[in-house]
C-alpha cells in the first residue's frame, strides 16, 4: 500500500492518539520513534499518558517492537512450509509421471512376451492337429494300420490271437477333384441286398 | 501546534494528491471487475469451460475384446483368435509432408514401399505397395493383416504409417469339423469378429465378449497420449470359451473314411454321426463334403451347412427299430416267435414286397430283423396296432428337434395319426413316409444301447468363463422309450443283423468286427422322384446304425449316403468301429454272438 495510512493501532483502540502531534507519523513507520532516543519531553508525555490509560501503555511501547520480532518466526515457519509443501509436490508429481514411463516400459515388455507366447502356441495348436498330424504321416510314409488283430492274455498266460492279421496297405491317394454326379455310372443291377419292395 | 494541525487536519481530506486518490479508485474498480469476471467464470461458466475443454483433451478408445476359443472334448483348440493390425498410409498426406521438409515425396514413397515389403516377406509385392501409395486416393490400405510386432517395427521407420487392430479367426484343424464349427469373419463396420454361420453364429453372444473403453487425455491436434491420464472406463470382457464333446481324431478319421467312402461310390452326399451309448454326446460329426474356414472366400456358399442335422431323410429299414421295441416292449412277439412270411402283402391300395423273392418263409422274429423282411415288419406292426406304434414314434424323437445345440436343427417329419392315409400304416414301420436327420436316426438306437433310456444329444460339453472357470452344460433330462430288458432283447436280436452263417445270414455281414458283439441294422430307402411324384426305383438313401459292442454299448454309430453305387454301409461301419475299437482301448467282449436261427426250414 503506499497510501498513507492513517489507522496507525488497530488493536489497542488508541483512536485519540494519532491526532496528537509526536505519534502522527505520515509515513506510518512508527518504530522510528519508539524506544529510540526520544528527547525529554516526549520521554515525559509518554510516562503521563502511561500513567492515565494504566498498565495498558506498557504495552503499546513494547508492542510495536514485539510483533515484528515474533512474527519473524513465524514467517520463517510459514515460508519453510510453503517451500516443502513445493518441493513435495513436485517430487510427488515428477515421481509419478517417472512411474508412469515406468509402467509403459513395463507393458511394452510384457506385451510383446504375450506375442510371443501367442505365436509360439498358435504353431504349436496348427502343428498338433488331427490333419497335420495325419499329413505328416503320409510324408514320412506311414499308412492308417486298418483293422489290427487283437490279443487276449488269459490270467494262466496263454494268449489267444482274436482277428486276422493283415499288411497294412496305403490306401489310393485320393482323386485331384471330386467326380461330378453326372459322372456317376448308372448301377446296372439293383444295389444288393436291402431294396425295399417296389409300389404298384 | 495549531499549524500542524491544521496540517494534519488538511492533509487528509485534501493534501493526497488527486492522482493518487483517482489512482486508487482505478484501482480498486479494476479489482471489483476481475472478482467479477472470476465469479462468472468460476461459478456460472464453470461446468462448460470444463466441458470444452475436457472434449478438446479427452480422446476415448475401444479396448477390444478377444473372442472366445473354441475347443474339443481334450481342449485341443479348434477355433481362436489371434490379434493383429491392418496399415493405413495416406499418399496425399505424405506428399504434402515431403513437399514442405522439401525432400521428395517419390523417392520416400519408394524408401517406404522396400521397407515394408522387406519387413513383411514373400506374399507382399514391393511393387503393389508402391503403385498404392503413389495412387491419388485419400487413404489406401497397405497391408489387411500384420503381427502386431512388425506393424510396430514398421511405424518405428515411418510414423505415418497408421495401423488399426484387426482381429483374425484361425482354425488350426482346417477342414476338421469346419461343418460344426461354422466360420466367423473380420466385420469392418462393428470393427470385431462375429460368427457367420454354425456355432460361431449360434453361439456368437457368448464367444464374442465385451469390448472396454478407455479415456485418455491427448494434446490437442495429435494422437499422442499424455502419459499418466489413462482411465480404463470399462474393462473389455473377454468371450468365453465353448468345449465341444467333439473328439478332434474321431472327428478327423470319420470325416476322411466317410468322405473316402463317399467318393469311392459316387454317393451325392453322405454324414455320419458317433455317439456316445450312455451321455449322447456327440463325439463325431461329420459330412462327406466340407470347406476350409481359413479360406472363406474359396469356399462354396452351399458347402457352409451342416447336412448332418438340416438335410432330413428317409430311413428305410433303419426305422423297423421302432416296431420291434415296441413289439417286444408290449409283449406282442418274442425274439423266438416263428412268423410265416409270405413274400408279399396287400395293404389297402399297395403292394409290400422283401427285398428279395421268396414264398412263405418260417422266419424268427429276429430273422424278420436280421434279413430285413419288409412284410415281416408289417405283419408285426399290424399286430402291434397304430397307436402304440405312433406311441413308439413319438418317444424315440422323431418328428422332434433334439436341440444338440447347432443352427438350422431340422426336426424331420412324421406325418400326423389324423393325416395318415390307408397305405401310411403300410410305409412308416418299414422307414417310408417319414424323414428324419442322421443325428435322429443315431438317436433312437442310443436308447436302444442305453437301456431304453434315450438322452437328446449334445455338442458343447461346457462354457469356458473368460477367468478359466468351467460351466459343464447340464445334461438334458432322459426320455425312458422301453423298459432295460427290451432294450436289451433288441440289442441282442440285432446282433444277428451281422450273423455270417451259412443259411442264416444278416443283412449287414462286413459289418462284423473280430473280437466284438456288433448290433446293427441296415437301410435302403428310396427317394421320391419329383417328375411322378412316387418313389424312384434308382434313387436310394443307404443308411446304416450300429452299437459297438452289443453286450457292453460304449458308442452309436449312424451313416446315412446320399444315392451311392453300393448297396450298403456296412463296410465303412466297420472301420470307424475297428478305429473306435482302438482309440478308446474298448475291451474284447467275453464271447462272440451267439448264433441264431433265423429261418426255419
Known sequence: MTAPTRTVTPMRGRTAAPMRGSTAVPTGRRDTRAGRGRSPAVARAYARRAQRTGARSAGPEVGPENPDAGRMPFVLVVMVLLGVALVSTLWLSTAAAADSYHLQGARKVARNLAERSENLSREVATLETAPELARRARELGMVPAGNPARLIVRPDGTVVLVGHPRRATAPAPPPAAAPAPAARPAPSAPPRAAAPGGRT | ?601
Open chain 2, 1 to 601: 501546534m495549531s499549524r500542524r494541525r491544521r496540517r494534519r487536519l488538511s492533509l487528509p481530506a485534501a493534501g493526497l494528491p488527486r492522482r493518487l486518490v483517482l489512482g486508487r479508485v482505478v484501482l480498486v474498480l479494476a479489482l471489483v471487475a476481475a472478482g467479477l469476471k472470476l465469479l462468472a467464470v468460476q461459478g456460472l461458466q464453470a461446468a462448460e469451460l470444463s466441458a470444452q475443454a475436457a472434449n478438446q483433451r479427452t480422446t476415448v478408445q475401444t479396448l477390444p475384446a478377444q473372442r472366445g476359443t473354441i475347443t474339443d472334448r481334450n481342449g485341443t483348440p479348434l477355433a481362436f483368435s489371434v490379434a493383429a493390425e491392418a496399415l493405413y498410409a495416406q499418399p496425399k498426406r505424405i506428399t504434402a509432408e515431403q513437399r514442405a521438409v522439401r525432400a521428395d515425396p517419390d523417392a520416400h514413397k519408394q524408401a517406404m514401399a522396400r521397407r515394408i515389403a522387406q519387413v513383411l516377406g514373400p506374399p507382399v509385392s514391393e511393387q503393389e505397395l508402391l503403385s498404392k501409395l503413389r495412387s491419388a486416393d485419400t487413404t489406401v490400405l497397405l497391408a489387411p493383416l500384420v503381427t502386431p510386432a512388425k506393424a510396430r517395427t514398421i511405424q518405428r521407420d515411418f510414423p505415418e504409417i497408421s495401423a488399426e487392430h484387426r482381429e483374425i479367426r484361425q482354425y488350426p484343424g482346417g477342414e476338421l469339423a469346419a461343418n460344426v464349427l461354422g466360420v466367423a469373419n473380420w466385420r469392418a463396420d462393428e470393427r470385431k469378429v462375429r460368427g457367420l454361420v454354425g456355432l460361431e453364429n449360434y453361439a456368437d453372444a457368448l464367444l464374442a465378449g465385451r469390448d472396454g473403453r478407455r479415456v485418455v487425455d491427448t494434446a490437442e491436434g495429435s494422437d499422442a497420449v499424455i502419459p499418466g491420464s489413462e482411465r480404463v472406463e470399462r474393462s473389455p470382457v473377454p468371450g468365453s470359451g465353448l468345449e465341444l464333446t467333439l473328439d478332434s481324431d474321431l472327428q478327423f478319421t470319420v470325416a476322411q473314411m466317410l468322405g473316402d467312402y463317399a467318393r469311392k461310390y459316387h454317393a451325392k452326399g453322405a454324414s455320419a454321426v458317433v455317439l456316445d451309448a450312455h451321455t449322447a454326446e456327440v463325439y463325431a460329426m461329420a459330412n462327406d463334403v466340407t470347406f476350409d474356414p481359413n479360406n472363406l472366400a474359396a469356399a462354396r456358399p452351399e458347402l457352409l451347412g451342416n447336412p448332418a442335422v438340416s438335410a432330413p431323410f428317409e430311413p428305410g429299414s433303419v426305422n423297423k427299430v421302432v416296431t420291434a421295441a415296441a413289439a417286444i416292449e408290449n409283449g406282442v412277439l418274442t425274439p423266438d416267435t416263428v412268423l410265416h412270411v409270405p413274400g408279399e402283402l396287400r395293404i389297402a391300395d399297395t403292394t409290400v414286397r422283401d427285398a428279395w423273392r421268396h414264398g412263405t418263409l418260417n422266419l424268427t422274429f429276429t430273422g424278420v430283423l436280421a434279413r430285413s423282411s419288409n412284410v415281416g415288419v408289417l405283419l408285426t406292426a399290424q399286430r402291434l396296432g397304430k397307436d402304440r406304434f405312433v406311441d413308439m414314434l413319438t418317444r424315440m424323437g422323431l418328428g422332434q428337434r433334439t436341440n444338440v445345440g447347432l443352427p438350422g436343427e431340422s426336426a424331420g417329419r412324421v406325418p400326423p395319426r389324423d393325416r395318415w392315409s390307408g397305405s401310411t400304416f403300410a410305409n412308416l414301420p418299414i422307414g417310408q413316409g417319414l424323414s428324419m436327420t442322421v443325428l435322429q436316426m443315431a438317436g433312437m438306437y442310443q436308447a436302444i444301447a442305453n437301456d431304453g433310456l434315450r438322452i437328446p444329444p449334445r455338442i458343447v460339453s461346457a462354457e469356458i468363463a473368460p477367468d478359466g472357470t468351467r460351466r459343464a452344460t447340464p445334461r438334458p433330462a432322459g426320455v425312458r422309450v422301453v423298459s432295460p430288458q427290451t432294450a436289451r432283447t433288441v440289442r441282442n436280436m440285432l446282433r444277428a443283423v451281422v450273423q455270417n452263417v451259412p443259411g442264416q445270414r444278416g443283412t449287414a455281414t462286413e459289418a462284423a468286427l473280430d473280437g466284438y458283439q456288433i448290433a446293427a441294422k441296415t437301410g435302403t430307402a428310396q427317394q421320391v422322384n419329383p417328375a411322378c411324384g412316387c418313389y424312384s426305383n434308382s434313387n436310394y438313401w443307404i443308411t446304416f446304425a450300429g452299437i459297438l459292442p452289443a453286450d457292453a454299448p460304449r458308442f452309436v454309430v449312424g451313416i446315412m449316403l446320399d444315392n451311392p453305387a453300393v448297396g450298403s454301409a456296412a463296410p465303412l461301419f466297420h472301420d470307424i468301429a475297428s478305429y473306435l475299437a482302438g482309440r478308446y482301448q474298448i475291451p474284447l467282449s467275453p464271447a462272440p454272438s451267439p448264433v441264431v436261427t433265423l429261418t426255419f426250414p
